[in-house]
């Protein structure tokens, strides 16, 4: 069988939420780990199936090893070299895209990555870690943990002269609710069905119907995409200085390549890929473990 390159980006998160949360969830996810450490829910019609692995230790610091399968809504039919259409049959299982993640509660944070669309990683994890979460009335967040202060920059700016950005049209193509407007309006056309990239920059920001907030919006989506190539800010500070920002740089992400057999990454390479990554982030004392 031949084997398949496959590029991965695993992602730093930040939980945020109330600490009642952290100091509930290791026995929760003990205690599923010992009764139902497999579950199918839905959430947003979607089918997700969560599966929670052994614990294991990183530096005496507890890990949680999760896999998930998002359901991809768009696979409809099964086609035969016959010409026979007819439903795809599940057999109570669950077609669509794979998330790993090694969620770390005594350090409030989540490692994870999926070969599915990048973009929705965050809404994932935050749709699994509600599922472990007692106080249903808390509100949770997930934030990228930043590598240097190019976020809290732009919101300091005094005022904004152009945002520009590249993207793969693909990686559009299964925009979440959370998605600003103009990435939601892009993925029900036609045009994601290219293989191509959309290049855009946007200047007099505040005029013809794009505002600021709208500018925020979009840096904070793209800025997890794995699909964006380049995200610049133009701005002015307090004295009227243009200031340049990249956001490509910003965050902290690990990036690496592995071999596979099959054309999806298994449960073992993931769990493998996941450690390293956490190795990466402890050695740039992004963890403090």
């Not at 990686?171 to 892009?186: H, K, M, N, V, Y």
């Amino acid at each position: 069988m031949n084997r398949i390159r496959r590029k991965i980006v695993v992602r730093l998160l930040a939980i945020k939420t109330k600490n009642n949360f952290f100091n509930d969830i290791p026995a929760i996810l003990d205690s599923n780990l010992v009764n139902n450490n497999v579950r199918i829910i839905s959430i947003r019609e979607k089918k997700h199936l969560i599966k929670l692995h052994a614990k294991q230790k990183y530096k005496n610091t507890s890990v949680y090893f999760l896999s998930v399968v998002r359901e991809r809504n768009t696979w409809q039919v099964r086609a035969l070299g016959n010409g026979k259409i007819s439903s795809i049959p599940l057999n109570q299982g669950i077609l669509g895209d794979p998330y790993y993640f090694f969620l770390i509660p005594r350090r409030k944070l989540l490692l994870g990555f999926t070969t599915g669309p990048s973009g929705s990683l965050k809404s994932t994890a935050n749709a699994v870690l509600q599922q472990f979460n007692k106080d249903r009335t808390s509100k949770l967040n997930l934030e990228p943990v930043t590598k240097e202060r190019e976020f809290e920059q732009l919101k300091s700016l005094s005022g904004y002269h152009k945002l520009h950005f590249k993207v793969d049209a693909t990686a559009l193509g299964d925009s979440t609710e959370s998605a600003p407007d103009i990435f939601r309006q892009l993925s029900s056309s036609l045009f994601l069905n290219i293989n191509s990239e959309i290049a855009l920059t946007i200047s007099e920001i505040g005029e013809k119907g794009f505002s600021e907030t709208d500018l925020i919006d979009i840096v904070s989506y793209l800025s997890e995409n794995d699909g964006c190539s380049a995200l610049t800010v133009q701005g002015f500070d307090d004295d009227g200085a243009i200031v340049h920002l990249d956001f490509n740089k910003a965050y902290a992400v690990y990036k690496t390549e592995i071999v596979v057999r099959n054309k999806f990454i298994d449960e073992e390479n993931a769990e493998s890929a996941l450690l390293s990554a956490l190795e990466a982030f402890d050695k740039s004392m992004l963890l403090n473990v």
